[in-house]
């Protein structure tokens, strides 16, 4: 049998149901940064759990804004074979990288560095190669792989015992 929790995950929304792979935040539990940011604590190890996930997130959607704003070729890769699509992210992080440690000054990055919430605008002139804004946070019928689930309850009951 294989050990579903070695390894890495991709952070889904909860539109996609929990696999092999892929971490979903709970459905049904408060979720989203701005409900946070009204002063409620998490009341329930699920909810701190989809804290942690959301705030995990948004950094992750915050970091891509800001390679998509700098590497256009990412706002929506053309049909390339999936070897491409991958090799072209790992060029543009690689790149990303070497211009951290290097320039001195790079506004694109230095907005992202001095603002923790930063937010890009992607410029008007990209939206012909937009991805609906709609296109995620919507439910599915499929069901989540049990094992999954159990992993993510072993996660939040750890990180609630190690938070108390």
């Known amino acids: 049998m294989m050990l579903l929790h070695v390894g890495k995950y991709y ?13 979903a935040p709970y459905k049904g539990e408060r979720y989203h940064l701005p409900e946070w940011h009204r002063g ?14 959301s705030f995990v997130r948004n950094v992750i ?15 929506k890769i053309p049909r390339f074979s999936m070897i491409t699509q991958k090799k072209i992210v790992v060029a543009t992080m690689v790149l990303h990288n070497f211009i951290r440690e290097h320039a001195s000054d790079d506004d694109d990055f ?10 890009p605008i992607i410029p008007e002139r990209y939206n012909k190669w937009a991805v609906s804004q709609h296109a995620s946070d919507a439910d599915t ?21 190690a938070w108390n």
Request: net charge negative; hydrophobic share 35%; proline share 8%.
């Open 141 to 161: 019928d499929e069901p989540s792989f049990v094992t999954m689930d159990t992993f993510r309850d072993s996660m939040a009951t750890s990180v609630a015992i």
């Open 40 to 53: 409620m604590e998490p009341n329930t190890p699920k909810e701190n759990f989809n804290r942690i996930h």
């Open 110 to 119: 230095s907005n992202f560095n001095r603002d923790p919430n930063f937010v």
């Open 11 to 23: 952070v889904i929304d909860a539109g996609y149901p929990n696999r092999p792979g892929y971490l």
């Open 61 to 75: 959607e915050r970091s891509f804004g800001v390679l998509k704003m700098k590497w256009q070729i990412l706002y």
